[in-house]
């Protein structure tokens, strides 16, 4: 399970914080079940993904030496939010 202000990298999203972990119901006869409130760090929007079977890939931040090998691939180059999240391990890096 990720935690609150986490930096990870979904598939579909990109590089995002984890700004919360809240729990939601469809109605009030349903039990609440958990969300991450992922905020992308390159776009301008909120999104609720369920802590538990979502759909989407999420996973903590590439390594510098996964991204670096990531930066040699195709994929690299196709994918816009692999991409950003590669540049972004690697951009870090370069700033210490």
Known sequence: MFQKKQIIYSETLGVCVVDNIVSLAAS?????????VLKPVFEDKVSYIPVEHHQV???EMFTIKEAMELKE?????????LK?????????????
């Open 84 to 96: 950003q999240a590669v540049d972004y391990v690697l951009d870090k890096v370069a700033i210490k």
């Open 73 to 81: 691939t195709e994929k690299y180059e196709k994918d816009k939010h």
């Open 28 to 36: 009030k006869r349903e039990k609440p079940v958990p969300y991450y």
């Open 57 to 59: 890939v999420l996973r």
